[in-house]
């Protein structure tokens, strides 16, 4: 079984600061990782997805995120941010190979809001 | 393409009541999950259907929650009867296969019981 670790619940940010957003993870087996976005009384939406390959991968919006095998985290990161990135991000997991019980079902960390100020 | 559509949008009702929420998917998209998120948490896969079957009910309270995918398309989620902590936003997300890793979601049924 997997698990997803939100390391902050709230992120408070000016406009135009970089923003980090932190997301570690517990497995047995190989995963695939997630970030996706959930705007105000909207459904999530996919921010970017790791499956293999190259560990930094970059999505919609500007952001970008690197996956660490060693320290199983996978940090959601912007460079600059601007008021329309508020919102709620969740971090999600899933089994990275065909046949197990858990592949291609998601699990999600609890939230992060970030709140991006004038 | 249209996205995930889901009805009502919101619902609400005493404790002891019975709600229904519906879904259709993707066009095309075989595997549709319901997710229930209650405030301040992350979303919780409650059942997985691959076409009319299901995959994966085992986070599914059987004892007040029901989901059908009769003909492989639309879905009902049915809670009866309806406790106080069933309060939450269900969400329901399609993909192509199973193992897709691409989730295309829902904008939610929000629920309040009272």
């Known amino acids: 079984a997997q698990s997803v670790t939100q390391l902050d619940s709230q992120v408070p940010v000016f406009e135009e600061a970089p923003v980090e957003l932190r997301c570690n993870y517990s497995?047995?087996?190989?995963?695939?990782l997630f970030w996706y976005v959930q705007y105000p009384n909207q459904g999530l939406q996919l921010l970017l997805k790791?499956?293999?390959?190259?560990?930094l991968v970059k999505g919609i919006n500007g952001f970008e995120a690197e996956f660490n095998k060693s320290q199983t985290s996978f940090h959601l990161r912007k460079p600059s941010v601007h008021i329309s990135d508020t919102a709620e991000y969740f971090c999600?997991?899933?089994?990275?190979?065909?046949?197990?019980?858990?592949?291609?079902?998601?699990?999600f960390g609890q939230g992060t809001i970030l709140t991006v100020h004038p | 393409e249209a996205g995930v559509a889901q009805s009502p949008r919101y619902k609400i009702i005493e404790k002891r009541q019975s709600v229904a929420f519906w879904c259709n998917p993707i066009?095309?998209?075989?595997?549709l999950y319901w997710y229930q998120q209650i405030l301040g948490q992350g979303p919780k896969l409650l059942i997985q259907f691959q076409n009319n079957g299901v995959v994966d009910d085992s986070q599914l309270p059987k004892d007040r929650f029901s989901a059908e995918r009769l003909k492989g398309v639309d879905s009902t989620l049915k809670i009866q009867p309806a406790k106080l902590e069933d309060s939450a936003v269900y969400l329901c997300?399609?993909?192509?296969?199973?193992?897709?890793?691409?989730?295309?979601f829902g904008a939610g049924s929000r629920l309040t019981v009272l």
């Open positions: 066009s095309g998209h075989a595997t």
């Open positions: 497995s047995s087996v190989s995963v695939y």
């Open positions: 997300a399609s993909s192509r296969y199973s193992g897709a890793n691409v989730l295309t």
């Open positions: 790791y499956l293999s390959g190259s560990t």
């Open positions: 999600a997991v899933s089994e990275g190979s065909a046949g197990g019980t858990s592949y291609g079902k998601l699990t």
